[in-house]
């Protein structure tokens, strides 16, 4: 055995404040500009990679970082609160272009977006193994965060590159 006698191996940092509110802040400001260029566009794009790549920087250059765990907690939240967001996009323009901005309510636009949620996940998790476990099948996007959480852990010109 080649281990000391003294050392204990930390914990890796997880699930911490810091991560908490930087993916918070980081959904928040993604789900404004996305949502913006949205109604403009008129289509959207996911977010995951932009989540990691602020959420890299954040924790690992201003706040100095290293745990690629907390760092995949901070995209997660991030494209969390993303996510949730973009139920909305579409639906408001919807409302109004359809006549019925006078009748907007949006109480009941938050319930139906909750719904949407949940008949999301209410459809996915059927499908989740079929998908994953038997297809064999790799989300690009999926594929793209995992090497850019990996990234740092390659060195610092990698990172750059990236």
Known sequence: MNSTPGAVA?????LTWVALIVGWIIGCV????????????????????????????ILRGILRRKSIIENNIVQTIASGVNGASSGMMFSVPAIFLLGFGDKFDPVILTFGCIAGAFLGIAF????RKHMIDYERLTYPGGVAVATILKSPGAGVRKAIIL
């Open 10 to 14: 930390r914990p890796y940092p997880e």
């Open 124 to 127: 996915i998790i059927p499908l």
């Open 30 to 57: 993604i789900a404004v500009s996305i949502g913006y260029a949205a109604l403009i566009l008129g289509f959207s794009i996911e977010g995951s990679e932009l989540a990691a790549i602020l959420g890299f920087g």
